[in-house]
């Protein structure tokens, strides 16, 4: 239903001017990439890829930014406003955010040095979006294997496909909060990992304070993750599942050993993900301003 030519005759510089709006975002903030990426996934996990994730809570209405797992956590919000308004002044009325969101998925993880992917277009803006799914449909970093298994299961993906997306914590950074257990109380973390982990992050204050995924290239795409498992320097404590004498352990060495298979299988999940339940043809809305309907 979604094609990759969508915008070729109705706004055919939507692509690029989306993808100079990423590179210069990313120029000034590296993790600014990581955290568009993460947007993506938040959106299309809730209700499928239909940028509710994006809506701003009113006095009537109810967004998904207040939920758990997006609390004072994801942001971006401001690039895609950005982006938003170059795309309206050039095709008024064109463009849906949900598109912006898969687009600048893609282009922060080119922008970072990881494989492009041909993003498929066409998905439309929700008027609706549930705080309650987002609580519940989005995989918590305390989640053992099986629960995040399942979360993926939910939304048809497998095994392999939640090792592979979970790769997209080579870059970008977390909140103490995210780790702490972890970093106390875990033993299969690497020891001197975990001590330089709790210098920035104490038993008890610093909850905001940032940590990178990736301790050795935390601005890179790249299969580190995969490497940093194996040494049982997995951040979060649902990351070092997938590494932890189990089941998917074989995987981890598999991308760690190759980071082609990895590129190209991310690339592949990532337009799998695109696809969860987009509306198209004349469900939903092109909205004006990503943050309110129409
Ligand atoms: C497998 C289950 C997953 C869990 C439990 C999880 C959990 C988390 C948590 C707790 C954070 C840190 C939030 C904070 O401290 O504010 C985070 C950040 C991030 N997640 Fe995930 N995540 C998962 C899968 C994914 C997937 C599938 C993607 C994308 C394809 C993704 C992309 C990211 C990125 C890029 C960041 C860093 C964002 C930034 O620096 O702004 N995650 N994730
Ligand atoms: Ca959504
Ligand atoms: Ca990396």
Known sequence: QLSSNFYATKCPNALSTIKSAVNSAVAKEARMGASLLRLHFHDCFVQGCDASVLLDDTSNFTGEKTAGPNANSIR??????????QVESLCPGVVSCADILAVAARDSVVAL????????????????????????????PFFNLSGLISAFSNKGFTTKELVTLSGAHTIGQAQCTAFRTRIYN??????????????????????????????????????????NLRNKKGLLHSDQQLFNGVSTDSQVTAY?????????????AMIKMGNLSPLTGTSGQIRTNCRKTN
């Open 256 to 268: 760690s050993n190759n980071a082609a298979t990895f590129n190209t299988d991310f690339g592949n």
């Open 113 to 140: 040095g990881g494989a492009s992917w041909n993003v498929l277009l066409g998905r439309r803006d929700s008027t609706t979006a549930s705080l309650s799914s987002a609580n519940s449909d989005l995989p918590a």
């Open 186 to 227: 875990e033993s299969n973390i690497d020891p001197t990992y975990a001590k330089s982990l709790q210098a920035n992050c104490p038993s008890v204050g610093g909850d905001t304070n940032l940590s990178p995924f990736d301790v050795t290239t935390p601005n890179k795409f790249d299969n580190a993750y995969y490497i």
């Open 76 to 85: 971006g919000f401001e690039v895609i406003d950005t982006i938003k308004s």
